[in-house]
């Protein structure tokens, strides 16, 4: 079992940046990679970013491409999520997941969530 937890959101004005942890606990060293995921109201959840647990290699979603630069600190166990330039779309909770090696392709651990408000 891996255990996640999310801090970080607020309101911040548009233009504004928030950086997002996710802090995992339990079976870390199962872990394989850890994404981020946000769902607005009315709206279906998005894939935002992923980063690999061993190397670090990152994906974006186009929506955020060259706003958002997603990070892990292995030895602490956490991830962060850097959202710069934020406008009202961004508003949504964001969830961090995590995959493990055993499931490589489920997304089979989740954070509860934490908002994210964007105002104009």
């Known amino acids: ?5 999310e801090s970080g959101g607020g309101l911040v004005q548009t233009g504004g ?3 997002l942890s996710c ?7 199962s872990m394989s990679t850890m994404g981020w995921f946000r769902q607005a109201p009315g709206k279906d959840r998005e894939l935002v970013s992923t980063i690999s647990w061993s190397d670090g290699r ?6 955020v491409q060259g706003r ?3 990070s892990r600190d292995s030895a602490k166990n956490t991830g962060y999520l850097q959202m710069n ?11 961090c997941a995590a995959r493990t090696n055993d499931r490589r392709s489920i997304w089979g651990y989740w954070g509860q969530g934490t908002q994210v408000t964007v105002s104009s």
């Open 1 to 5: 079992q891996v255990q996640l937890v």
């Open 17 to 19: 940046s928030l950086r």
């Open 23 to 29: 802090a995992a606990s339990g079976r870390t060293s």
């Open 58 to 63: 990152a994906s974006y979603a186009d929506s």
């Open 68 to 70: 958002a630069t997603i």
């Open 85 to 95: 330039s934020l406008t009202p779309e961004d508003t949504a909770i964001y969830y």
